[in-house]
């Protein structure tokens, strides 16, 4: 199994920078595509950004040029750099996790901006 545990959101305010950061842990060795992906009130769940474990990466439209994936595979981490934040920014983010055995979420995080 696969544990991963976000940190890093807050409140922000509208043009600020925010570094969210997704800690692995458990049995990580079969992870391949990590993501972040965020929910907003009302809205369907959606992918922001993803990392596959050679570095290669995709973001949604709304956020390229703003917000940066990277990831360690030897600290397990992945991190999500966010700049010129926006309102519509504004939701719950999650660190997403694949493996050849199956999907893991984290819990969560909010992230707030605000004008």
């Known amino acids: 199994q696969v544990q991963l545990v976000e940190s890093g959101g807050g409140l922000v305010q509208a043009g600020g920078a925010l570094r969210l950061s997704c800690a692995a842990s458990?049995?990580?060795?079969?992870?391949?595509?990590m993501g972040w992906y965020r929910q907003a009130p009302g809205r369907q769940r959606e992918l922001v950004a993803s990392?596959?474990?050679?570095?290669?990466?995709n973001y949604v439209d709304s956020v390229k040029g703003r917000f940066t994936i990277s990831r360690d595979n030897a600290k397990k981490t992945v991190d999500l750099q966010m700049k010129s934040l926006k309102l519509e920014d504004t939701a719950v983010y999650y660190c997403?996790?694949?493996?050849?055995?199956?999907?893991?979420w984290g819990q969560g995080t909010q992230v707030t901006v605000s004008s």
């Open positions: 997403k996790a694949d493996s050849q055995w199956g999907q893991y």
């Open positions: 458990g049995i990580t060795s079969g992870m391949n595509t």
């Open positions: 990392i596959s474990r050679g570095g290669n990466t």
